[in-house]
């Protein structure tokens, strides 16, 4: 928010829609973070491979943490709101109730998971077509993307769920519509999940080959007709019923959305690091890769002409910054592998009782006894015999290969807690190898990328970040607000309230501080 008068009296609410929780964060007009409040989410996993939550659960989430972050504030001064979120896919019937996703019936469960894998056979099909759109999500389409979802429930559901559902929405668009009653689509969610095209919009002949003719027939009004830029304010604000449901008054701007990635990204990446010696301030915004990292990470550059990179989604157009095209590289679990690596060790509950008596958190802990049993060498060298490959849950860039594993080389016998320490010192290793991996790929492909950008839950961990550091050998960025996520949500919501002029200005970056590890 540079230029201009600083006029504290106007706050921004952001709502951030995570895989495990939502977080919301009541936002001053120079970006100053003054409330936060955040709420887990419930997830099911009926099958392997099948991913499911509800959003009326997703709902009641963001209106509990909405209500908390603006206890004590004048609700007038509330200008905007936006939101941001998971691309899980969301199914309502033609009245907007919630249908069900599963064989089970159960309606409650309305949403299909981004990390959900169920649609294998489906895609396979679609890559098979060797169709043009698939030149735009890195030359192999994604299980996790939208149009393979929407072709497993025409087959697998048809008479509970397809042939019933009248809306289906990302998640980030689910929301922005219930706050407002504006079924209008993010150009976000559009492009980067479901093949829109910012330029051509949508391609008939792609949906015709993939055996989903039927959103051509009615001209997309099941999966978007109308499409706005991320930022733009919609309909008339916030509805009543809505308002009643945050706690906020009705009628304030409410934003387009973006997906939760892109969120941190926008809230990252024009960040104003002078004075800090890094090699990014003579540089351009396109040599920074902002890389958020949370239960998945991605990574997300961005470029003046669209560069075309195997295995790496894009190039996108305006799908995070207005004029630049975007590519996003992925990993699909890595907060979700490191967690599972954890809970999953026989030391796992020693663990537990060791970091209780001390009051820390696991990781802070496992941390600190890395640094206790590294003795006289670098932290890095522990795992000189201990090797994880990350692909638990296939590999999304630059290998774009889902049916991908995970391996361990070099286990023992023994399962205490230094071996435990060890293998989440090899899990975050091959995490941070994997950036480099994809780093390499979009710089083979044109990219220039000198510095990163880290947000998300994992950037609160130190031995994740320096990994990254050390093994990408690039400096890493870390905002001093560390919920930049939400920073980014809340850019939408001034956006949308007009009181600055486009998505760049309202970066709130001037009172932000970066520090390089
Ligand atoms: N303080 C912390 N230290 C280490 N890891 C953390 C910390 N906070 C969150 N994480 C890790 O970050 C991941 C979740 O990140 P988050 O951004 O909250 O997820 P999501 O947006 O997917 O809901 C988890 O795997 C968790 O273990
Ligand atoms: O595909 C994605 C973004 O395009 C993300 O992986 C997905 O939205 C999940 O995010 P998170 O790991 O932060 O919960």
């Known amino acids: 928010m540079s230029g201009g008068e600083q006029k504290p009296e106007r706050y921004y609410v952001g709502v951030d829609v ?22 887990p989410i419930k997830k099911w996993e009926p099958q392997f491979n099948h991913h499911e939550q509800s959003s009326e659960d997703i709902w009641a989430a963001c ?15 509330i200008r905007g709101l936006g939101f941001d979120a998971t691309c899980s896919l969301v199914v309502l019937d033609k009245q907007f109730h919630p249908l069900p996703v599963n064989q089970e019936g159960d309606s409650h469960r309305n949403v299909i998971m981004w990390l959900d894998h169920r649609a ?29 979802k929407l072709l497993w429930l025409k087959e697998n559901l048809r008479e509970t769920c397809w042939d019933k559902a009248g809306h289906f929405f990302d998640l980030p668009d689910f929301l922005s519509w219930k706050a407002t009653g504006v079924t209008a689509r993010s150009l976000c969610s559009l492009v980067c999940k479901w093949t829109y095209s910012a ?15 039927d959103f ?28 009643r449901d945050l706690g906020l008054l009705p009628g304030i701007a409410v934003a387009a959305s973006l997906i939760d990635a892109h969120a941190g990204g926008l809230g990252v990446i024009g960040a104003d690091v002078r004075g800090h010696g890094l090699v990014c301030e003579g540089q351009p915004v396109t040599s920074r890769l902002a890389v958020i990292c949370g239960t998945s990470s991605c ?10 990179v195997p295995g790496v989604w894009g190039p996108y157009f305006s799908a995070m910054v207005p004029g630049f095209w975007l590519n996003e590289g992925g990993q699909s679990v890595t907060g979700k ?11 796992f509950p020693e663990l537990q009782v060791k970091a209780t008596a001390r009051c820390q958190s696991i990781y802070a802990y496992l941390n600190s006894h890395l640094d206790l049993i590294k003795k006289a060498q670098p932290v890095g060298f522990l795992t000189v015999d201990l090797h994880v490959w990350p692909d638990f849950h296939g590999n999304r860039s630059p290998l774009a290969d889902l049916t991908l594993k995970g391996m361990v080389t070099g286990l023992k016998l023994s399962q205490d807690l230094d071996d435990l320490a060890i293998l989440y010192l090899a899990t975050v290793q091959a995490i941070a190898l994997g950036t480099r991996f994809i780093i390499e790929a979009m ?25 990254h550091a050390d093994i990408t050998g690039m400096p890493v960025v870390l905002s001093q607000e560390v919920e930049s996520v939400l920073v980014g949500a809340a850019i939408l919501g001034a956006c949308a309230s007009g009181d600055f002029a486009s998505v760049q200005h309202r970066q709130l970056k001037d009172s932000k501080k970066y520090k390089d590890k």
Not at 125 to 139: C, D, F, M, P, W
Not at 234 to 243: Q, R, S, V, Y
Request: net charge negative; proline share 4%; with cysteine.
């Open 18 to 39: 995570g895989t495990g929780s939502v977080r919301a964060a009541l936002v001053d007009h120079s970006g100053v973070l003054l409330a936060f409040a955040d709420q």
């Open 337 to 347: 592998l490191i967690d599972h690596m954890v809970q999953g060790h026989a030391a």
């Open 299 to 308: 990574h997300m550059g961005i470029s003046k002409d669209p560069i075309f």
């Open 216 to 243: 051509v027939a009615d001209n997309y009004s099941k999966i978007g007709n109308q499409v706005l830029p991320p930022g733009a304010s919609l309909g008339n604000g916030l509805t009543p019923e809505a308002a």
């Open 63 to 77: 209106c509990v943490v909405t209500k908390k972050v603006v206890q004590g504030i004048d609700l007038n001064q």
């Open 443 to 467: 710089e083979a492909a044109g990219h220039s990328i000198s510095t990163l950008f880290l947000c998300g839950g994992l950037s609160k961990n130190p031995l994740f970040v320096q990994m």
């Open 120 to 148: 294998v056979s489906q895609v396979n099909r679609i890559n098979e077509t060797k169709h043009s759109v698939l030149q735009y999500v890195g030359g192999v389409m994604s299980v996790e993307m939208q149009a393979p």
């Open 199 to 213: 330029e051509k919009g949508w391609d008939d002949s792609f949906w015709k080959m993939i055996g989903l003719e």
